[in-house]
């Protein structure tokens, strides 16, 4: 079990019957995703030293200098202090582990999707999934609001109709 300090309080990342990580754990990530809004890389190089950090704490080289909307995923989560796969770096490769339920990822239907659970985008043509982002809360209005890294080479907040999101998983124990 990982304890984290959030204010004064200590909360255990345990898993909660289903599997899924505890509530507070998926806030604590959304809530560190949250204060990186504004993060830019340098220029359209996919690199910065704050990004460079992030691929790092994956167990990953650099260079290169890679997308990184995976990296900002993994780091929300280490923050909160559960360690996902750093094949979070490859949201295509990702996407199958989500499918199978490996990784430390369980599929979940897009109308399932709660704050902290990771969204997957299709922007390629010949990837299953080419973008991850966090979700800001449960879908509206046909709508999910989402927090992103690598979206206009910066941390973002984004409104996205929900028909372009082709998978969701939440974070498993």
Not at 6 to 20: E, H, R, S, Y
Not at 146 to 162: F, I, P, Q, W
């Amino acid at each position: 079990m990982v304890l984290l300090a959030i204010g004064a309080t200590l909360v255990a990342a345990a898993p909660t019957a289903g599997g899924a990580v505890a509530g507070a754990t998926r806030e604590a990530a959304v809530r560190w995703a949250l204060s990186q809004v504004g993060t830019h890389e340098r220029g359209t190089t996919n690199c910065s030293p704050k990004i460079d950090r992030w691929v790092r704490n994956m167990g990953l080289g650099v260079p290169p200098c890679r997308v990184w909307c995976g990296a900002f995923v993994h780091e929300a989560y280490l923050q909160a202090g559960v360690r996902l796969s750093a094949r979070l770096i490859d949201p295509d490769r990702t996407y199958g582990d989500a499918v199978a339920g490996r990784r430390g990822l369980k599929r979940i239907a897009i109308s399932q999707i709660r704050r902290g659970d990771i969204v997957f985008y299709a922007f390629r043509r010949d990837k299953r999934a080419s973008h991850l982002a966090l979700a800001r809360g449960r879908p509206s209005g046909g709508a999910l609001d989402t927090v992103e890294g690598n979206t206009s080479h910066a941390v973002r907040l984004e409104r996205r109709g929900l028909q372009y999101a082709v998978l969701a998983a939440r974070v498993v124990g």
